[in-house]
């Protein structure tokens, strides 16, 4: 039956390419748009990851409002709890460029003498420069190469019906800490943040540094004790979490409907499967007239399937990722319009997805051809001879059959 399988595949193939193009289409379609699915869902979260880290990286916790903002005036406090080693007071605004009010920035406010690690490229100026200079704000190398800034540049941007003017006084590289940061990061001097963007006195967080060895857990428990309910304690992977279960019904629908063009592919594997074993029935009644068993007629079906199936997934795979860069903008955008302001830049692929696109083409391959192959391996071998068949009296009319599911 193996030489039989080798030497009948060829032959299969010059007779039926259509057919055989079809199911490696539908496993293709159905491989590619849960893959670029996928890829879009964890680029998203990855992109808020890569904000969250690139800002609040070296922090254990981040004290937050159940309003947009903190008041200052919880820094003592947090500063005050037993355990706590440094609190770095943050202010974050998402503000647009004017002129171009599809690019969204997002302000970071940061007391910049506090021990924060921040990542200055080049020349940072003089110290007094932040508080000095109005305006004064550090930006990403990518974000100037792409406005054509440099230092001493003054760009605008706006708040709503605000207009502020800032002006580039250093650049800072937050790709260094992060490969998935946000190149639309813009750095204040906290007062400053607050005068032009926030009102006096108002913060978005506090990242909490733990003394070394300080159990934190129960850091955030004395935390959330000290500072009463108009605040609430997370840790960086608590923040990625809420992130993820706020755009889970978005994550949801793009999956369910990679799911249907799965189903899809799949259904487009059982309609060609069938057809080409309605033209191999006699032949396969040979097979077994002369012996062979009805497992080993299911094997060689199957066999086939699943070379259809190792061919879609290899179209299918780099289908996805074409898929995804091509959507990536429009993706990007429904999610900056309803859920977070981060803006997909990066498309990351790790191994595990590479997997799960082979093993939904594999999966769906089989799944397509299971129920035709049963059927014809267990067929009594004179009906498998015999001149007529059910799909027979259809076949002058496939023309206008065709004509009429293409309408």
Do not use: C
Request: glycine content about 12%; aromatic content about 6%.
């Amino acid at each position: 039956m193996i030489r039989y399988f080798f030497r009948a595949l060829g032959a299969h193939f010059r007779s039926g390419r259509t057919l055989f193009l079809l199911g490696v289409a539908g496993v293709a379609l159905g491989v590619g748009s849960v893959l670029s699915i996928q890829i879009l869902n964890r680029s998203a979260l990855g992109a808020f990851a890569g904000s969250v880290e690139a800002v609040s990286g070296e922090a254990d916790l981040s004290v937050l409002g159940t309003t947009p903002t903190i008041s200052e005036t919880t820094l003592p406090a947090v500063l005050a709890t037993p355990g706590v080693a440094a609190a770095i007071p943050l202010l974050r605004t998402d503000v647009a460029l004017a002129g171009a009010e599809d690019t969204f920035l997002e302000v970071v406010g940061v007391d910049l003498f506090a021990p924060a690690r921040l990542p200055w490229k080049g020349e940072r100026g003089g110290i007094a420069d932040p508080l000095a200079i109005p305006g004064w704000s550090a930006i990403t190398p990518e974000l100037a190469r792409e406005r054509g800034l440099e230092p001493g540049d003054r760009f605008t941007v706006s708040l709503g019906s605000r207009l502020v003017e800032l002006r580039v006084g250093a650049l800072v590289d937050f790709r260094r800490l992060t490969p998935l940061a946000s190149s639309r990061l813009v750095v204040l001097d906290l007062s400053q943040a607050q005068a032009r963007f926030g009102e006096p006195g108002a913060l978005s967080q506090i990242d909490v540094v733990a003394r070394p060895g300080t159990d934190v857990p129960g850091l955030e428990r004395r935390l959330a004790a000290r500072l009463g309910p108009g605040v609430r304690v997370a840790t960086p992977e608590q923040r990625r979490d809420e992130a993820e279960g706020l755009m889970g019904a978005f994550r949801l629908n793009l999956t369910a409907l990679s799911l249907i063009s799965l189903f899809v592919g799949g259904f487009l594997v059982y309609a060609s499967t069938q057809a080409t074993l309605v033209r191999r029935r006699e032949e396969i009644g040979l097979l077994r007239s002369i012996g062979a068993t009805r497992g080993q007629v299911l094997g060689v079906v199957l066999g086939e399937v699943l070379l259809l199936g190792v061919v879609g997934t290899a179209a299918g795979l780099p289908l996805g990722w074409a898929a995804a860069r091509l959507q990536v903008d429009a993706v990007s955008g429904t999610l900056q319009n309803l859920y977070l302001l981060e803006r997909i830049e990066s498309l990351t692929f790790p191994p595990w997805m590479f997997l799960l696109g082979a093993g939904m083409g594999f999966a769906g391959a089989i799944a397509g051809a299971l129920w035709p192959a049963i059927d014809l391996a267990r067929r009594d071998p004179r009906a498998l001879l015999a001149r007529f068949t059910l799909e027979e009296p259809f076949g002058g009319a496939a023309g206008r059959l065709a004509l009429a599911g293409a309408a």
